[in-house]
């Protein structure tokens, strides 16, 4: 069987007007008052056949039937056109019933869209979009000052309660505010075609917000631990709690300390190179802007210890 689609060099079953437009370039090609070849006017012929069974919508849907027929069974037609056998029949149906499903879920999916969209609309009127991302910027910065300020948490103490509540308004807020930019971004997508995938960088906005956020905090706190401890900082003792074996190194470390009538407690793994005083106690260097930020004395700094806190220093060290 003739597949007069491809005489003409076009995808089969295009439509009437890509058959007019592929015949007109191919018979400008192949005329025989412009091609002098032998072969012309015999291309010409064929054309002009193809171009007669495609012409129209009626004959382009007979021979269009008859095409379907031979593609699925290798085998042309031996019936006419015009009768109809039940596979084709089958066929056809099955096709119009997905195509009118398809059509009906993508009429669906567009009002659906232009219903949330109308909703969206209504809203910004009430509360702009500068607005709510102000709101989500606001609680975004007060949890990340509450992780701030009870970021050096206490031993039994509700810091790590209140910095998990600092993360989750942080990224509350951090999602919001993506959701709202989302939505925003999607509203004036109706106007114009954005040139990226709006839900990856959406995505990669989340993340990145999140993560710039909580290691701002670490390296800020991290950076204020380690000035003061080496510039303004204080000594005293603390006191190791009964019911622990400290013979042996990195054991998980109990020890309490009073600065300025405050009890602060802690938990650290003790090795050989911090300074272990006579009855089950250590040195402690605190900082003087939170007492609760600490670490322990290692031996290297015992002279300085002991000096600070009046105490004598063995006759070993």
Same mark, same amino acid.
């Given at each position: ?138 609680? +975004?910065?007060?949890?990340? @000052? $509450?992780?701030?300020?009870?970021? &050096?948490? #206490? /031993?039994?103490? %509700? ?74 900082? +204080?000594?005293?003792?603390? @006191? $190791?709690?009964?019911?622990?074996? &400290?013979? #042996? /190194?990195?054991? %998980? ?65």
């Amino acid at each position: 069987m003739v597949n007069h689609y491809k005489v003409l060099g076009v995808p089969n079953f295009s439509s009437v007007k890509e058959v007019r437009k592929a015949y007109i370039a191919q018979i400008r090609k192949y005329h025989p008052d412009v091609n002098k070849s032998i072969k012309a006017e015999e291309i010409s012929k064929v054309l002009n056949v193809a171009k007669e069974a495609l012409e129209t919508e009626s004959r382009k849907a007979k021979y269009d039937r008859q095409l379907q027929f031979y593609l699925r069974t290798g085998s042309k037609p031996r019936y006419n056109p015009s009768t109809k056998t039940k596979t084709d029949n089958k066929y056809r149906k099955t096709q119009s019933t997905k195509q009118s499903r398809a059509a009906q879920k993508k009429r669906k999916e567009e009002f659906e869209r232009k219903k949330k969209l109308n909703q969206y609309k209504k809203s910004i009127e009430q509360f702009p979009v500068a607005a709510r991302f102000l709101v989500c910027g606001i609680f +975004g910065v007060l949890g990340l @000052i $509450i992780i701030y300020t009870n970021y &050096y948490v #206490e /031993y039994e103490s %509700n810091m790590a309660v209140l910095i998990v509540f600092g993360a989750v308004m942080f990224f509350g807020a951090t999602m919001v505010a993506a959701n709202e930019a989302y939505k925003d971004i999607d509203f004036r997508k109706n106007r114009r075609t954005l040139g990226y995938n709006l839900d990856k960088r959406t995505t990669n906005f989340i993340i990145g917000i999140v993560l710039l956020g909580i290691f701002s905090i670490i390296i800020i706190n991290e950076a204020k631990r380690s000035y003061h401890l080496k510039y303004n900082y +204080g000594h005293t003792v603390a @006191i $190791i709690y009964k019911g622990h074996d &400290y013979n #042996e /190194y990195g054991d %998980n470390l109990l020890y309490g300390y009073f600065v300025d009538g405050v009890h602060y407690v802690h938990r650290a793994e003790l090795y050989d190179y911090h300074l272990i005083l006579d009855g089950g106690k250590i040195g402690i260097k605190y900082a003087f802007f939170n007492p609760n930020v600490c670490s322990i004395v290692t031996k290297k700094q015992s002279k300085e210890f002991y000096e600070s806190v009046n105490l004598e220093s063995p006759i070993n060290d």
